[in-house]
């Protein structure tokens, strides 16, 4: 089995971040860098955008931080049983090297079960956990071991792809095509074209699922009002959030809520 430790889902820092453990850690650290990030391994300092994956082996020395004055990421601590552990070196995952993936999406919401899990009080808990860590590193694995995606050779990728992390790492700021276009230096129009060409969504649908995202996250563990909520999550307008969650999950926020406290408590 393997156990999860020490984990924390969407963890942001407001002031410049660097974390140093020159004995490293007695388990696994797996972190989902969301913004730009600076390792410092074998005497050597790397500087790597945002959407960049490192998985420490345990007992290696750590050194990395943040790029510029903020910092974001998922990361989880694990330990695998020793009969688990050719389960993990069979995936071939590079260790204590940084890698940059096309998108992150997917294993930062299987990091964020993961932290929901972590905090549950469900009698098999820890088996739970035990497959969601083992379906985030077949998901990291598949991600590493495939080809590159041909979208990554457009010449705008880089910004683009930058764009989109900061799109779902703050869906909170009063995004709007035409300011996205301004940030990567394109028309509007062609912005539109080249976002859904290259994620296949569009900018707009991107920020609207980034904010219900992050507004069912907080419906789940805080005890906020709905307005605080919104207010958090980006929207000016309570009634728009209200209609917007409605049409997009069936439910008004108030009925989410007490839809996952009950089911918290079966």
């Not at 050719?86 to 998108?103: G, I, V």
Request: with cysteine; charged share 20%.
């Amino acid at each position: 089995m393997i156990t999860v430790g020490h984990c924390g889902y969407d963890s942001r820092h407001r002031t410049r971040l660097e974390m140093r453990r020159p004995g490293g850690t007695p388990d696994y650290t797996l972190l989902l860098i969301k913004t730009e990030a600076f390792f410092r391994i074998d005497g050597k300092t790397l500087q790597t955008p945002p959407g960049t994956v490192i998985l420490y082996e345990p007992s290696v020395p750590v050194h990395y931080g943040s790029v510029g004055a903020s910092y974001n990421d998922d990361w989880i601590h694990f330990l695998p049983e020793d009969c688990d552990l050719p389960f993990l070196q069979d995936l071939k995952l590079p260790c204590n090297t940084p890698c940059t993936l096309s998108f992150t999406g997917q294993l930062s919401e299987y990091a964020r079960m993961i932290v929901l899990e972590k905090n549950s009080e469900h009698p098999y808990r820890e088996q739970i956990l035990d497959s969601l860590m083992r379906t985030l590193l077949y998901s990291l694995a598949s991600q590493l071991l495939s080809s590159p995606d041909e979208a990554m050779e457009n010449k705008y990728y880089s910004a683009m792809n930058e764009l989109r992390m900061s799109i779902l790492n703050t869906p909170h700021k009063k995004w709007t095509i035409e300011a996205m276009a301004e940030l990567v230096h394109i028309s509007p129009s062609y912005l539109q074209h080249l976002y859904r060409e290259l994620f296949g969504v569009s900018c707009i649908q991107d920020v609207i699922q980034a904010r219900l995202k992050s507004a069912r996250f907080y419906l789940r563990t805080t005890e906020m009002s709905i307005q605080s909520i919104a207010e958090l999550c980006g929207y000016e307008n309570e009634l728009h959030f209200m209609r917007q969650f409605k049409k997009f999950t069936n439910m008004t926020p108030s009925q989410y809520r007490s839809h996952y406290l009950c089911e918290q408590q079966k």
